[in-house]
């Protein structure tokens, strides 16, 4: 079965995207899904999305982790699925798309900066050495020291596979502090099961986090990633975050065709 891909990636955050207005990629099939996302035997990323096509919005995006696991919302990969429709001519410099966690709005610039509109937070859970809300994804929020030489990988699945999440799991995010409006992070996503060299939904989750806990009184947060910067941008009103954005590059990287039997 022969496949017309694209590679995307958002601040090192990297997607096979395939347009699936067709309905002819089978989603049930996580070993392809699997295999296209391995940086050694397939094409090599972080997940997979699909584009298609969808009766109340610009299209319908739907989001494979690299392990072949369908997942919750991905804020690079909506910027990065943006860019792609404004490719194939599906939009210009504005969107509406719906994702698995709903209606999402999104502009992009002839950079190809995009900016995403993220599901409104209503809940930010404090504890003694975390912090844990829901970006579209589960999020969990700690300070560590030497950010830079910390071990992601192995800290963050500990914390993941842990008896506080259970079997579902979470995002890990390790935050340093640079100044009242930066911040730099490292996360460990669950479903790639590593490092990323960022999560959107993570820098967002990131950016609330820190202004919940008054380490930030902007409204405008800048967050490091190991693969640039992002920019996230919300509205606090009586506890809730709304309007939010994540803001950043969305890059075409190249595309081909691959012929898979699975």
């Not at 995307?8 to 295999?35: A, E, H, M, S």
């Amino acid at each position: 079965m022969n496949f017309t891909f694209y590679k995307y990636q958002g601040t090192g955050n990297d997607f096979v995207i395939i347009d699936n207005r067709n309905l002819n990629f089978p989603k049930n099939n996580t070993k392809l899904v699997n295999l296209l996302c391995d940086r050694r035997f397939g094409i090599g990323a972080d997940g997979l999305m699909l584009l298609e096509n969808d009766n109340s919005s610009d299209f319908k995006m739907i989001y494979f982790n690299s392990d072949g696991s369908e997942s919750t919302m991905c804020g690079n990969g909506g910027r990065c699925l943006t860019a792609f429709a404004k490719k194939l001519g599906i939009i210009t410099s504005e969107t509406t798309f719906i994702a698995i966690d709903g209606l999402h709005h999104a502009t992009i610039t002839e950079e190809n900066i995009v900016s995403l509109q993220m599901i409104d937070v209503e809940e930010v859970k404090i504890e003694p050495n975390y912090v844990f809300l829901n970006t579209g994804s589960p999020h969990h929020v700690q300070f560590v020291d030497n950010l830079k030489d910390f071990d992601v990988k192995t800290e963050g699945s500990k914390i993941r596979y842990s008896d506080l999440y259970g079997k579902a799991g979470s995002n890990i995010n390790f935050v340093e502090q640079i100044s009242e409006i930066e911040f730099s992070i490292r996360t460990y996503e669950r479903g790639v099961e590593d490092e990323t060299l960022s999560c959107g939904t993570g820098a967002t989750a990131v950016a609330i986090a820190m202004h919940k806990l008054g380490k930030t009184n902007n409204s405008t947060v800048t967050i490091n990633v190991e693969g640039g910067t992002l920019q996230v941008k919300f509205e606090a009103e009586n506890g809730i975050y709304k309007n939010v954005h994540l803001v950043g590059p969305a890059t075409f990287v190249f595309e081909g065709e691959i012929n898979s039997s699975l």
